[in-house]
């Protein structure tokens, strides 16, 4: 599986940006798809995920309310929907998928259970 993550950008506090993620190859292996991100000096987290054919999503408790996390099944597209964007939003956004299938959504908040990493795409939230 391939990943293309696209849409970050420079934005001002208080502003949406709609991050892209599509996926190609062998798509139907995906079983979920999630975000994380990364700022600068800081570890990767976990941002959200969502899981494909069975549903359920899960969020960091930091972007609760704020972020949305959709799939486009026809597309094999995944997309994070971020408002009210926040000067410590700021980061590399990745987006990752897992063939690895769990009936608990909590596991997808571990990097080591995605198979398959995007490129990144940068999103800098001034205040």
């Known amino acids: 599986v391939q990943l293309q993550a696209s849409g970050g950008g420079l934005v001002q506090a208080g502003d949406s940006l709609r991050l892209s993620c599509v996926a190609s190859?062998?798509?139907?292996?995906?079983?979920?798809v999630g975000w994380f991100r990364q700022a600068p000096g800081k570890e990767r987290e976990f941002v959200a995920a969502?899981?494909?054919?069975?549903?359920?999503?899960r969020y960091t408790d930091s972007v609760k309310g704020r972020f949305t996390i959709s799939e486009d099944n026809t597309n094999n597209a995944f997309y994070l929907q971020m408002d009210s964007l926040r000067p410590e939003d700021t980061a590399v956004y990745y987006c990752?998928?897992?063939?690895?299938?769990?009936?608990?959504?909590?596991?997808?908040?571990?990097?080591?259970?995605?198979?398959?990493w995007g490129q990144g795409t940068l999103v800098t939230v001034s205040s």
């Open positions: 990752a998928a897992s063939r690895l299938a769990y009936n608990e959504m909590a596991y997808y908040t571990k990097a080591n259970i995605f198979n398959s």
């Open positions: 190859g062998r798509t139907f292996t995906i079983d979920a």
């Open positions: 969502i899981r494909r054919r069975r549903g359920g999503t």
